[in-house]
Every structure is written in structure tokens, then in C-alpha cells.
Nanobody, 121 residues
Framework: QVQLVESGGGLVQAGGSLRLACAAS????????MSWFRQAPGKEREFVAV?????YYADSVKGRFTISRDNAKNTVYLQMNSLKPEDTAVYYC?????????????????WGQGTQVTVSS
């Protein structure tokens, strides 16, 4: 059974940093796209970043967030710097079963339970 477990969320002041981690179990995702999405209250889930053979970011986080992976640990990370109050959301890790990357949530097969990130002003 595939499981994705996020960790690292919390409360931080604007301008601060957090590092999220997503540990996968049940299968290896080293050759597959893994992404971070986020969902703020009253808003739709939105794409944040994806890593496969390269990385791609939403414009809203480009230059502030960095996605990386450790294939030996089957884990993907999201380093978030210069955080803003508008980054406040539940952050979800997602993985694709098939080869290929996407920024669309409906193209992902596996999801974590989410971790809350709150940025105070």
C-alpha cells in the first residue's frame, strides 16, 4: 500500500523559512514526478512545485521555494524561504503512478494527508 506522509509544517512569521518533507512508502518514486500542492481556506487546491528529471514552479513561489528529492530515502522536500502571509495553506505532497509530469491535481494518483503552514504578518 502506497503512503505519502508530510511533515515540517507549522507557524512562522513573514520572511521566515520552513522545510517540508514527504516520505513515500509502498513503492519507489525515484523515476516519477512528485509535486507539492496547497489549499487555502475557501480556495481550490493549487500547484506549487514539481520534480521529475527537472523542476518547475508556480510563478507565485518561484525564487522563494525549492523542491528537491532524496531517492535513497524516497523523500521529496520543499524548502520555503521568504514566506508571506498568502503562503498560508495546507500543503499536500502528491505522486504520479505513471511516467510524466503535470501541474494538474487530477493527474496525480497518490496524496498525503497534508501539513498546515501558517505565516503570520
Amino acid at each position: 500500500q502506497v503512503q505519502l506522509v508530510e511533515s515540517g509544517g507549522g507557524l512562522v512569521q513573514a520572511g521566515g523559512s520552513l522545510r517540508l518533507a514527504c516520505a513515500a512508502s509502498g513503492r519507489t518514486f525515484s523515476n516519477h514526478a512528485m509535486s507539492w500542492f496547497r489549499q487555502a481556506p475557501g480556495k481550490e487546491r493549487e500547484f506549487v512545485a514539481v520534480i521529475e528529471w527537472s523542476t518547475y514552479y508556480a510563478d507565485s513561489v518561484k525564487g522563494r521555494f525549492t523542491i528537491s528529492r532524496d531517492n535513497a530515502k524516497n523523500t521529496v522536500y520543499l524548502q520555503m524561504n521568504s514566506l508571506k502571509p498568502e503562503d498560508t495553506a495546507v500543503y499536500y505532497c502528491a505522486a504520479r503512478r505513471d511516467i510524466g509530469t503535470s501541474t494538474r491535481a487530477d493527474r496525480y494518483d497518490y496524496w498525503g494527508q497534508g501539513t498546515q503552514v501558517t505565516v503570520s504578518s
